[in-house]
């Protein structure tokens, strides 16, 4: 009986891994996606979206109030300190991202459908690159501009579709969810400059704590306390905002990107609008419409392109074509390396003249596979006029 091979038992480890992860994502964004449900099933007891907000906010509070106690001991611990004014970046960051973004969320939702909310919302990364461009001077590229028109033109048909159904008040709503989505990418582009000194899971904690502070603070100068009496149907379906909606989706996330990877975490969390045309058409009766179909799945071909496109672009993609012209090297890299696992590294390459001597390979690492990795380059034999070039493919 031949001894267990440690090569193949690591590699089926980081498979279940990956499995794991796939499911961790798509759960938390499912999850995610039931919130706007929960939301829409409080508003016939007349309650509003500010108060709604903070009965989440408020038993959400104590949640991420511990956890941003234990990642600051953490920090702290590791010497990882940080001043007043990067403690107030955050906040602010906060306030933005989770306060005006969910207030703004929630108001739309009185006016559109579960599903049409989910998909103007899922806008936010084209929000993300146009400040990235409008800040930080960042080319969008071919692949950003079509995305952005895709998705786009998505919201319109998805909003036309609704505007003949639901009437004028459509836009109304619209608007405001699309201002949500362009408030959620001003935190994303704002926490990108800190995170990488402050650690991601110590910067959600303190901006989700601080959030749920201003919420209260905002609640408390507008309402009376007497308004969080609510009915316990709307208690309820605020805790399952505050819980299965807010903080056990964060906690999911956050395992599923650190197995699946934060990349392929986006692409996977892109079932978000289908799930919640899904749990709108069970729980609340609402219509599929075709243009919301066809709205929704240009949107979801937009965004998932912006995602491949940054993560190729990060990975030096210079193929054209876009990310299917990779399939079948992909493919192939898989079964090379299927095939000689206990080989070494595979490396072919093609030539004019088959007969000289390899040369020192040029290339670019471009793409992981789950079986291993694919690298395309060039080498250059000969100077003068005429050099050689040969085209590279090594799988290792």
Not at 200 to 227: E, G, I, K, Q, Y
């Amino acid at each position: 009986m031949s001894a267990p091979d440690p090569a193949v038992d690591e590699a089926a480890a980081r498979a279940r891994g990956k499995r794991v992860g796939l499911a961790l994502v798509l759960g938390s964004a499912i999850l995610f996606s039931a919130k706007a449900i929960f939301v829409k099933l409080s508003y016939p007891y007349g309650v509003d979206a500010l108060t709604l907000l903070a009965l989440r906010m408020g038993m959400a509070l104590p949640v991420f109030a511990a956890l941003a106690a234990v990642e600051e001991h953490r920090a702290r611990a590791a010497g990882n300190t940080a001043t007043a004014r990067t403690y107030g970046v955050v906040a602010v960051l906060g306030a933005v991202g989770y306060w005006l973004a969910s207030y703004l969320d929630f108001a739309g939702l009185a006016y559109v459908t579960a599903s049409l909310e989910r998909v103007v919302l899922f806008a936010y990364p084209t929000f993300t690159a146009l400040l990235e461009r409008a800040l930080f001077g960042k080319k969008l590229g071919r692949a950003a501009v079509v995305a952005l028109l895709l998705s786009y033109a998505g919201i319109l048909l998805a909003l036309g579709g609704e505007a003949r159904v639901a009437g004028a008040n459509t836009a109304i709503g619209a608007g405001l969810v699309l201002a949500s989505a362009a408030a959620y990418a001003c935190f994303l582009v704002g926490s990108g400059r800190v995170v990488g000194r402050y650690g991601a899971t110590r910067l959600v904690a303190h901006a989700m704590t601080a959030a749920c502070v201003v919420v209260l603070a905002h609640f408390a100068l507008s309402h009376p306390l007497a308004a969080l009496a609510q009915p316990p149907a709307v208690l309820g379906y605020a805790a399952l905002t505050a819980v299965v909606s807010t903080v056990l989706p964060t906690v999911l996330l956050g395992h599923g990107i650190r197995r699946l990877g934060a990349s392929q975490a986006a692409i996977a969390g892109s079932v978000g609008p289908v799930s919640t045309l899904a749990l709108g058409a069970i729980f609340l009766g609402e219509r599929i419409t075709g243009p919301q179909v066809a709205g929704s799945a240009l949107v979801l071909v937009g965004v998932t392109w912006l995602s491949v496109a940054r993560r190729l672009a990060r990975r030096w993609l210079l193929l054209r074509g876009g990310p299917l012209a990779l399939a079948p090297a992909l493919a192939l890299a898989s079964a090379l390396r299927s095939r000689s696992r206990s080989r070494p590294r595979a490396r072919a390459a093609l030539s004019l003249s088959p007969s000289r001597p390899l040369p020192p390979p040029r290339s670019r690492s471009l793409l992981s596979a789950p079986a291993g990795s694919l690298r395309i380059g060039w080498a250059r034999d000969g100077g003068g006029a005429n050099p050689v070039v040969f085209p590279i493919l090594e799988i290792g």
